[in-house]
């Protein structure tokens, strides 16, 4: 990796640990990300997003070993899909682990997640250490942001640090499966066809 993109993804990292709001980009659309692990920085997010707190905030995570941090059921169908479709544009929403946060599950006893397919993104969870927070960089309502330009028209300075990946490939939100249930259900087709 670049010397240039390796001081990106360490500010992003640090801005990250800091709490603050980085727009990151995925093969889908662009994310607004924080550390999953900071209740503050979840709920400036939630401000910015105009998100409610009943509705869940999926995690982006580094690999398929990192769902057992997140959840405490992974079945054989999930790690199918995830080593199938990982990384890749696939939420797969599992029962959460104890001590996983109100805040990013809305309430609930489930947590999506997902392995973004974009080198930076990957790059900037990895060096992290941590799930990152990370719905789309949109407000509710507005179409979701498919570069740095948009992310920056929609959020203006509501983000602390924008990372231009370049254009997202696909430009759809990703397909979300739970497999909390016997048969798994599609809650949203996105970008790939379960």
């Keep these: 990796m670049a010397q240039n993109n390796r001081q990106i993804i360490e ?4 801005a990250l640990r800091n709490g ?19 209740e503050n920085a979840i709920a400036r997010l939630r401000q910015v997003k105009n998100r409610e707190n009943t509705q869940a905030i999926s995690v982006l995570i580094a690999s398929i070993d990192d769902m057992k941090t997140w959840a405490r059921e992974i079945p054989d169908t999930a790690l199918a899909l995830a080593e199938q479709h ?11 682990k104890g001590g996983v946060s109100d ?3 809305g309430g609930t006893d489930t947590i999506g997640l997902r ?15 941590n799930g990152i927070a990370a719905p789309s960089a949109n407000r509710k309502g507005e179409a ?10 929609a959020l203006g300075h509501d983000v ?33 066809e379960i």
Excluded: M
């Design 86 to 96: 990982w990384p890749g544009p696939l939420t797969i929403v599992l029962k959460k």
């Design 103 to 105: 805040s990013l599950t």
């Design 144 to 153: 979701s942001p498919t570069t740095a330009e948009e992310v920056k028209s």
């Design 160 to 192: 602390d640090l924008i990372i231009d990946g370049g254009p997202c490939t696909h430009g759809t939100g990703s397909t979300i499966v739970d497999l909390t249930g016997d048969t798994p259900k599609v809650l949203r087709q996105g970008s790939i």
């Design 20 to 38: 603050e709001l980085v727009a990151l980009p995925t093969e889908t659309v662009y994310g607004i990300g924080v550390d999953a692990l900071n």
């Design 115 to 129: 392995v973004p397919d974009h080198p930076f993104t990957l790059e900037i969870i990895k060096t992290l250490g």
């Design 11 to 14: 500010k992003a990292a640090i």
